[in-house]
Nanobody
């Protein structure tokens, strides 16, 4: 079993920065992809960024150049550095851990989410 705990959300002004953290614990040996998703009120959950074991990353077009996903393997933690924040970034951000084999998601786990609000 894998447990994920997000932290770092809060209220920030437009143009500001925030760093989200997702700490993983439990039986995590098989996890090979970590992602951040967002869900705005009344909208579907959407992918923000993904990082693989090889360090490869993918980003949603709306956050490219502003957000950076990274990991600290020693701490079993993934981060999302968010810069130049916009009001439209306001959402609950969720961490997702995946075990994939041959392109198939064998198992995934979700955190509880952390609120990010960008407002003046």
């Amino acid at each position: 079993q894998v447990q994920l705990v997000e932290s770092g959300g809060g209220l920030v002004q437009p143009g500001g920065s925030l760093r989200l953290s997702c700490a993983a614990s439990g039986i995590i040996f098989s996890i090979n992809y970590m992602s951040w998703y967002l869900q705005a009120p009344g909208k579907e959950r959407a992918l923000v960024a993904t990082i693989g074991r090889d360090g490869s990353t993918n980003y949603a077009a709306s956050v490219k150049g502003r957000f950076t996903i990274s990991r600290d393997n020693a701490k079993n933690t993934v981060y999302l550095q968010m810069n130049s924040l916009k009001p439209e970034d306001t959402a609950v951000y969720y961490c997702r851990a995946e075990y994939r084999r041959a392109g198939i998601v064998i198992k995934d786990y979700w955190g509880q989410g952390t609120q990010v609000t960008v407002s003046s």
